[in-house]
């Protein structure tokens, strides 16, 4: 749509993304999928997909804490500084915040993912590139 603040095509944004994840299990390519994602049935069942298509693909979950108040402050800076980004409602970081808390219930194992990964943002020493590297190549 050319609005970032549009959501209206995600659907098909998703679908495109997928064929090209697809694609890469197909052909035993490497890649990663950075996306929020607070809903625990649809990492689930992507996670099944994947392991369908190419049984020796490895899915790690990556997790990062939420700090609503941070990313509100952010977003309200950005836009006060007329950085092009999406008007997101704190209202919204809110909803968003409790859906992805409630999905941290579910084990990461029950969704099929061969580990998990938390990162600790607020650690001034954090080498967390260098620990998911080690994991990604073990």
């Not at 607070?38 to 939420?66: G, H, L, Q």
């Not at 007329?82 to 809110?94: D, F, G, H, I, Q």
């Not at 084990?107 to 938390?118: C, H, Q, T, Y």
């Amino acid at each position: 749509t050319g609005d970032i603040s549009n959501q209206t095509k995600n659907g098909e944004v998703f679908n495109i993304a997928n064929q090209m994840i697809m694609d890469c299990l197909k052909n035993n390519e490497d890649f990663y999928y950075d996306a929020t994602n607070v809903n625990t049935k649809y990492r689930k069942d992507f996670t099944k997909k994947v392991k369908e298509i190419n049984p020796d693909a490895k899915v790690v979950y990556v997790y990062f804490p939420s700090d609503i108040e941070l990313s509100f402050d952010r977003i309200t800076l950005d836009l006060t500084n007329n950085v092009v980004r999406s008007n997101v409602p704190k209202a919204v970081l809110e909803r968003q915040n409790k859906l992805y808390m409630e999905s941290l219930q579910s084990s990461w194992l029950e969704e099929g993912a061969d580990n998990a990964f938390v990162i600790d943002t607020t650690s001034a020493q954090n080498n967390y590139i260098d620990e998911l590297t080690e994991i990604l190549n073990s």
